[in-house]
């Protein structure tokens, strides 16, 4: 649920916009309607499942498990190609397949009649969501290098502003039936390509393209920078058990809502929204002066140590506006992430960010298929067993390994934290 920082407000983002590429605003729109269609799914999937698989909820949960890791093992090989793809052909016809793509995976949920249509609709979503490459390389195309920083943080804010208004929608939508959503989001990702086809020009110069090789698309190369991390192992260990734990969230949340207090989608998809609007504020107004007083790994050991309580209390909660004040306390893990690609940051040399950077994201990846597994069955088998919290256990088990590794791997072996990785 860790949502990216929001742009500085209003009138920054039209003096930018003004400024910039007729492009941008069309890919911004593309990364809007992927993280809505993400979102808006969310709190009408329990019920879809049930509908066409029958059975429980915990039975429910896993097949929802399952269908995450589809999704991100899709996107962790497409990645790369996407990239590569756009580096040959030009960023226009790849960004028009992915919505295309997205408008056809958007149909299947809407009209699938088996469990297996929809198995195929989210392998269909995993590769067209790998638009994120080709989508910043368009805005690295049309904007001078002094603007990037303020360009890129709008697509952070296109990120943010989905992953709050996508579980609002799909909550509201429900009272229309489980398919309704997905109806919606079909015609949104429709709405675009023809937008895109029509008024978005290529931004590569043919000149600048260059021939497509698997050896570049190979998503395994991706990590070969943190094999070479040295001194960086700690933190690495860290940032993979925490975004291991993060994933009880999108794995499990609306299923545990159900189960645990019988939520209906709205009301899922109300909280869904309540977090991803406390994350932004977080990210706004607190990430900034948390580290300058207390440094980045200070930040980082807080937002952690508050992930550790909040997981435990959520495990525990009884009723519903525990749950919401709880959504509030656990904002502050928003807190983690900024504070540890800041200290991986400082300690890899400029020629090297890049690379670090993308090694990061395949670790997200693996973090993303292997962590629904791990969230849904741990969830089934505690709702199975009367105790439906168990998976948010198994995140704060996750959270205090990471703090105990920073803890010992950092702090008390007084380890540089800006210093040259090997």
């Known amino acids: 649920m860790v949502a990216p920082r929001l742009g500085a407000g209003a009138e920054r983002f039209v003096t930018i916009m003004r400024f910039q590429h007729r492009a941008v605003p069309i890919v911004l729109a593309a990364v809007l309607i992927d993280t809505i269609g993400f979102g808006i799914v969310m709190p009408v999937l329990p019920t879809l499942i049930v509908q066409l698989k029958g059975g429980s909820l915990a039975d429910a949960a896993r097949t929802g498990g399952a269908l995450l890791i589809a999704f991100a093992a899709a996107q962790f090989f497409a990645g790369p190609i996407f990239g590569n793809l756009g580096d040959r052909f030009g960023r226009r016809p790849v960004l028009l397949t992915a919505m295309v793509a997205f408008a056809i995976d958007y ?93 978005m020009p290529e931004t590569l110069e043919a000149a600048d393209r ?63 929204a309540a977090s991803g609007v406390t994350m932004a504020l977080t990210q706004v107004f607190v990430t900034g002066r948390a580290i300058r007083r207390f440094g980045e790994l200070g930040t980082v050991m807080i937002g952690i140590s508050v992930a550790v309580a909040t997981f435990t209390a959520i ?29 991986l940051s400082n300690g890899v040399d400029s020629a090297n960010q890049g690379a670090l950077q993308g090694g990061m994201a395949s670790l997200g990846s693996v973090a993303e298929v292997i962590g629904p597994l791990a969230m849904t069955q741990t969830l089934a088998f505690g709702a199975e067993h009367g105790a439906p919290g168990a998976a948010f256990l198994l995140a704060a088990a996750l959270a205090a390994v990471a703090l105990a590794v920073l803890w010992w791997g950092i702090v008390r072996l007084k380890r540089p934290t800006v210093a040259q990785f090997r």
């Open 315 to 343: 495990t525990f909660a009884t009723t519903g506006w525990m749950v919401f004040a709880l959504i509030a306390l656990g904002s502050l893990t928003g807190l983690v992430f900024p504070g540890i690609n800041a200290l």
């Open 107 to 199: 149909a299947l949920m809407a009209f699938a009649p088996t469990i297996g249509w929809l198995f195929l609709g989210r392998i269909i979503a995993g590769v067209a969501g790998a638009i994120y490459g080709p989508a910043n390389a368009v805005l690295a195309d049309v904007t001078p290098p002094e603007k990037r920083g303020e360009t890129f943080g709008l697509m952070g804010a296109a990120f943010g502003t989905g992953f709050i208004i996508g579980p609002a929608i799909g909550g509201l939508l429900a009272g229309f039936g489980p398919r309704a959503p997905f109806l919606v989001a079909g015609a949104l990702a429709v709405l675009n390509a023809c937008w895109m086809a029509a008024a």
């Open 210 to 272: 260059r021939p497509f090789a698997w050896r570049r698309a190979n998503a395994f190369g991706a990590f070969k920078p943190l094999f070479h991390a040295g001194g960086a192992a700690p933190l690495l260990i860290v940032a993979f058990c925490w975004q291991l734990g993060q994933m009880v969230y999108p794995a499990t949340w609306a299923f545990w809502c159900e189960i645990r207090f019988g939520w209906s989608p709205h009301l899922i998809g109300l909280s869904l």
